[in-house]
């Protein structure tokens, strides 16, 4: 705790100072660019950058953060730090939101999404100059408001206001942020972790992948064989990426939630639904191919193996995954076989051999009578 006060009272007595050195010069050095602030009242605001990051294989959530922000702590001036004041005036600052949408366009996917918001204090009146310290923290809902498969960022952030006579008044002339380091920050940054693989990542984003495997003496390996895929969300406006190896130049396909998707596999080949989160559901069928002797049958695993018995196993062509009681808290893999084996006929000699002697017994005896009918004539 005291290293922390440390580094914060360090990085104010920086920030102090190149603020100093800025007005000397009549301007206050701001970071440029079209995501930074700017305009005549640049000086009242400081910028929060929002981050969602994901697997890269996951559209942003439909979801809106906000933030919440508070009177930080005081101290007094010493040797090596000015004195820091307590924020004021919380009520009036004004805080804005950062919202994201689910996309559908395969160009817009991306393993980190980031949008900005502003905090202005223009509306606080200071009733004395001096450096005030607020704290500013994601708003983070109750459990059952949050964002399903969102992450949140609990971390407190500090930012500094600087206020001087001006004249008559007292002016902000800055609002700027820090890092613990003593380094004077561009933004406010929070990161939230939407489906993010890595260690110590905590995800609550989950896969399914679906392989499909054809066995028997007269299963078509070469054929292809369709599924309809369905995802159940309770959000209408959300899409899903399904990755499909081998299907085309980037083997993604975008489904839409409770909408239907036809998907077409041949053996071995596998598609994967990215972005599942808890609350949501999926079912897989296969087309019925029994007209054609398929048994189809669901394994949960991956099958690789070239031989396959279907006694003692119920046929089924559909992966239901809450009839199935399949949680999401992992990645899931399934395999659909389809088995198509008929028993070659053995013995086939001991079978047919009466058969074709009596034939045999039948053409000798008439070529016999029909010379005895010629000799007579």
Not at 307 to 336: C, M, P, R, W
């Amino acid at each position: 705790m005291k290293r922390n006060m440390m580094a914060k009272r360090m990085a104010t007595a920086m920030l102090t100072g190149m603020m100093t050195m800025s007005m000397g010069m009549n301007a206050f050095a701001v970071v440029t660019g079209a995501e930074q602030n700017t305009g005549a009242d640049a000086a009242t605001k400081v910028q929060i950058k929002k981050t969602v990051t994901t697997d890269g294989k996951t559209f942003a959530p439909n979801a809106t953060f906000g933030f919440t922000i508070e009177e930080g702590e005081g101290s007094a001036a010493t040797a090596t730090s000015p004195a820091i004041k307590a924020g004021v005036g919380v009520e009036d600052i004004v805080i804005g939101t950062v919202g994201f949408t689910s996309d559908s366009d395969l160009a817009l996917l991306s393993s980190s999404y980031s949008g900005y918001a502003n905090i202005d204090v223009s509306q606080v009146s200071y009733a004395t100059p001096g450096i005030y310290h607020y704290v500013i923290k994601e708003s983070i809902p109750e459990d059952n408001l949050k964002v399903k498969g969102v992450v949140y960022d609990e971390t407190a952030k500090d930012i500094y206001v600087y206020v001087e006579r001006d004249a008559d008044a007292n002016v902000v002339k800055a609002v700027v942020s820090s890092t613990d380091d003593g380094a004077k920050a561009a933004s406010i940054d929070f990161v939230n972790n939407y489906g993010e693989e890595g260690t110590g990542k905590e995800d609550q984003v989950f896969d399914t992948t679906v392989y499909k495997k054809v066995t028997g003496n007269q299963g078509d390996r070469t054929a292809k064989y369709d599924f309809t895929l369905r995802i159940t969300s309770p959000d209408d406006s959300k899409y899903f990426i399904v990755e499909v190896p081998g299907t085309d130049a980037d083997d993604r396909i975008v489904v839409k939630a409770n909408e239907e998707k036809t998907i077409s596999l041949g053996d071995t080949e596998s598609f994967t639904i990215n972005g599942l989160v808890e609350g949501e559901s999926y079912t897989v069928t296969e087309k019925s191919y029994a007209d054609m002797g398929y048994a189809t049958f669901v394994e949960q695993g991956q099958y690789t193996d070239e031989t396959y018995s279907k006694t003692d196993k119920t046929e089924k062509n559909t992966i239901d995954q809450t009839a199935d009681g399949i949680a999401l808290g992992n990645d899931v893999v399934y395999t659909v076989i389809n088995d198509n084996n008929v028993t070659t006929p053995t013995g086939i000699i001991l079978t047919f051999a009466p058969y074709v002697l009596m034939i045999a017994a039948a053409g000798i005896f008439a070529v016999m009578f029909l010379r005895k009918k010629r000799e007579e004539f």
